[in-house]
């Protein structure tokens, strides 16, 4: 990704875990939509030589993605500890070393969470940064959640005018005119037999359901994610505004 559509009259950022494999699916059936450039590349590259190479800046609407910091967590941990990518079905499956990192060696998700909203108390290594992605620059700032950094990568410094609600991704696509009537499918777990959009409030408790707000609020909340595990207050389509002090 990023992906435009065929009449190149709008470019999708897709943050990775924010239901991105759905609504490439449903541009490219609607609008024959297709990938350039890296899976999950930022909207920043619009103008640099990779992003003048396929003329992004001349693309009317630029889009990204993105989903609550709770449910986006719990969905970010599901990839990286179950995908079959981690190991056969027959053996162990192997966490990405990444995420790994977030949690200090240990494979729950409540110590995941901890270390990707305590990111004052890792050291992490640059090319761990993504967790499940390699990032081209920068990485999470102390203070601040992974969730945040990873919205602030994927879409500041572009020309990004709104994110699509992953809360609510037929709603988002229909608001911008498709049909979006294709069965959506959750990926996390590498397999179509879990439900799409997972509801992840079971796995968490207080204290975990604070370790994110205390951590992300400075950027859900401008997005409309006031309530946890919730689509935006803004409806599906999110207006995106760059806040020069993040």
């Not at 599901?78 to 790994?100: I, K, T, W, Y």
């Not at 992605?133 to 020309?159: E, I």
């Not at 909340?221 to 806040?243: D, H, K, M, N, Q």
Request: hydrophobic share 40%; glycine share 8%; net charge negative.
């Amino acid at each position: 990704m990023p992906i435009i559509t065929l009449d190149r009259q709008i470019v999708a950022f897709c943050m990775p875990k924010t239901a991105s494999s759905f609504i490439e699916t449903v541009l490219a059936a609607e609008r024959g939509a297709y990938r350039v450039l890296d899976q999950h590349d930022p909207a920043w590259l619009v103008n640099r030589e990779e992003g003048r190479e396929h003329d992004l800046a001349s693309i009317p609407l630029h889009l990204g993605t993105t989903r609550d910091p709770w449910s986006w967590y719990g969905s970010l941990w599901a990839h990286a500890f179950h995908h079959p990518l981690q190991g056969s079905r027959s053996f162990p499956r192997r966490p990405f070393s990444a995420v790994l990192a977030y949690s200090k060696g240990k494979t729950d998700f409540k110590s995941f969470l901890h270390g990707a909203t305590h990111l004052d108390e890792l050291d992490l290594p640059y090319e761990w940064l993504g967790a499940i992605w390699v990032p081209r620059a920068g990485g999470p700032l102390p203070g601040r959640g992974l969730w945040s950094w990873a919205v602030d990568y994927m879409h500041a410094g572009g020309k990004v005018v709104q994110l699509l609600d992953g809360n609510q991704p037929k709603a988002s696509l229909r608001a911008l005119g498709l049909a979006a009537d294709l069965a959506p499918v959750n990926t996390s777990a590498g397999t179509h037999e879990v439900p799409v959009l997972t509801d992840w409030s079971a796995r968490y408790d207080a204290e975990m359901v604070e370790w994110v707000e205390r951590a992300d609020e400075e950027l859900c909340t401008p997005l409309g994610y006031v309530a946890p595990f919730a689509a935006s207050r803004f409806g599906p389509l999110i207006p995106w505004i760059e806040l020069p002090d993040r």
